[in-house]
């Protein structure tokens, strides 16, 4: 059996991950969210394209020593003004409005004593200078220029934009089709009658909501019960929806239980393993494998608090790498502990907890509960503390590694 580490895990997957061609296609940017993008992104025009101004005022033809200005109208945003300015005369212009021509200055509103409205006499009170508050054509870059780089993930900001460049479609990596396989006699639909022994299928929403985090939206999914009499045709169920998935995300079934039926399905398949146990705790039961199809195989833990750990330490980093971010990482700060841990640790532990920052330092708050089959604390983990093996008592002020898996709160 080939027990590794979480780094060697990584390590092993993008070696397996070498060989990996993207298929590139164009979506709409209003779906793009999460996608990697398979071309840089070049400016079709300056930008900004015209210089606009930067302030509510009034925009003049600069003249020294003038403080008295004829106001000939009005722009608002959107507006071009065709007529030509004379010195000593200004339009009041609006925030983000195109500069006319014969004009190299805007003043300020709160510079300005005067109606403004058009024929009336303005008096500018202050200093001012030619060129003040204009944003030039370019400023921001040229066209032509490369904006974003491929290989950048497509996220809310990153659709701005696109948007505000003027585009609607987008060349990327195709995101693959996911299978999600759920097993176990004892799991059971929500909505059913808990009866006793039976536990619900939280598994399932959690790798589905968590892929869909991800962007990962083509997702099928599919329970086996594990029980002896429903193998054979949950086996060739199984087959047949794995026709038409590129990554495969199973949860339970893949210890050394009695009825862990996982691997007679990977050997179905022709799956080659990668790993088949990974030392760390909780998660240690967990497996990876690749098909001669280039299908890639995760196993993870039934427990929801260990399946929880083996996604974000191993599978999120890897399916962010297999959708084109080749150098991603999990985000790692040394953090201030916040809570007192007493255990063995034959593995390195990794702790569910978060990651808060008061007085100027990142700490991290263990939850109470961190064990394998613990799910109702996992609302608020925001980061995973790794206790090196060997090291079996923590107290409050020691500092340790900490995985960021989120934003950060306030304390």
Not at 49 to 54: E, G, I
Not at 138 to 150: F, L
Not at 346 to 356: E, L, T
Not at 366 to 380: E, K, P, V
Request: aromatic share 8%; glycine share 10%.
């Amino acid at each position: 059996m080939a027990v590794v580490t979480v780094e060697e895990a990584l390590r092993l997957w993008d070696e397996a991950l070498q060989t990996q061609v993207h298929i590139v296609e164009t979506i709409d940017i209003k779906f793009a969210k999460g996608y990697v993008l398979a071309e840089d992104i070049i400016a079709p025009t300056d930008v900004p394209a015209f210089p606009k101004s930067a302030m509510d005022g009034y925009a003049i033809s600069f003249k020294a020593e003038c403080n008295e200005y004829i106001v000939d109208g009005i722009i608002g945003a959107g507006v071009v003004w065709k007529h030509p300015v004379a010195p000593g005369h200004a339009v009041r212009i609006m925030t983000g409005a195109p500069i006319p021509d014969t004009c190299d200055t805007v003043i300020m509103q709160e510079q300005v004593a005067g109606s403004g409205e058009p024929g009336t006499t303005i008096t500018i009170q202050g200093k001012y200078k030619c060129g003040d508050h204009i944003i030039p054509q370019g400023e921001e870059c040229s066209a032509g220029t490369t904006v974003i780089p491929r290989g950048t993930e497509i996220t809310s900001t990153v659709q701005t934009i696109l948007t505000g460049l003027g585009l609607t479609e987008v060349a990327v990596n195709a995101m693959p089709r996911v299978l999600v396989l759920t097993s176990g006699h004892e799991v059971i639909e929500p909505g059913e009658s808990l009866t006793p022994g039976k536990i619900y299928n939280s598994n399932r929403a959690m790798i589905c909501g968590l892929l869909e985090d991800l962007g990962f939206h083509k997702i099928t999914h599919y329970h086996v019960s594990d029980a002896p009499e429903a193998l054979d045709s949950e086996i060739d169920h199984v087959m047949k929806l794995s026709e038409n998935a590129d990554v495969i995300i199973s949860s339970g079934g893949v210890s050394v239980g009695l009825f862990d039926t996982m691997p007679l399905i990977y050997e179905k398949l022709g799956a080659k393993s990668i790993y088949e146990r990974i030392q760390m705790r909780p998660g240690a039961a967990s497996y990876g494998a690749m098909t001669p199809n280039g299908q890639i195989i995760f196993g993870l833990s039934g427990n929801p608090g260990a399946a929880f750990n083996g996604w974000h330490l191993i599978v999120v980093p890897t399916l962010k790498r297999y959708k084109g971010l080749p150098n991603w990482t999990t985000p790692v700060v040394a953090c201030v502990m916040d809570s007192e841990i007493f255990k063995r640790n034959a593995f390195d532990r990794y702790v569910q907890g978060k990651v808060v920052f008061g007085g100027g330092a990142p700490h991290f708050v263990a939850n109470r509960h961190f064990n394998s089959s613990s799910m109702l604390g996992l609302y608020t983990v925001n980061a995973l503390a790794c206790i090196p093996r060997g090291v079996h008592e923590v107290r409050s002020g020691d500092t340790f590694n900490v995985y960021l898996l989120e934003l950060l709160p306030a304390i």
